[in-house]
């Protein structure tokens, strides 16, 4: 049970069975192993983010985003985010997706960009409602053969 303040934070390698436990909560397929969310985790080219609150226990992961990042490149990619299922409509995907597009700025991007599946109306309000646009479609994207909508954002200064 969360009940107190949410932040974000870099995600530690002390982070990852949460975070794995969550990645499998969240996705019935195309999920990370943690063998990728361990590499994704120290990647350079990458900046993993975990959402904490305060449990009953301390504090608890609640969520987690990937963004990915290309040298030379002002695009980034918002390669995943996922909250607890307990941690769930309570607008904490609204707060990891602003932390993630504020780290990604910092980072030099300009842009962010990221697919989601064309079935997943709850996350492309999410996406919509944060200024993002459709910009394109992925058709057999995922390895159930869901299709997949692009979207992108202009970073702000």
Known sequence: MLCGA???RLARADDLLEIERIENAVFDGDRLSRRSLRRLLVSPASLMLALTAQGKDGETIAG????????RSSKARLYSI??????QARGLGRFLLGASERAARARG???LRLEVRADNARAIALYEN????AFGRHEDYYEDGASAIRFEKPLAD
């Open 6 to 8: 949410q932040k974000t």
């Open 64 to 71: 987690y985003s990937l963004v990915g990042f290309r040298k």
């Open 82 to 87: 996922a909250l607890d299922p307990v941690a």
């Open 109 to 111: 991007a300009s842009l």
């Open 130 to 133: 944060a200024g993002y646009v």
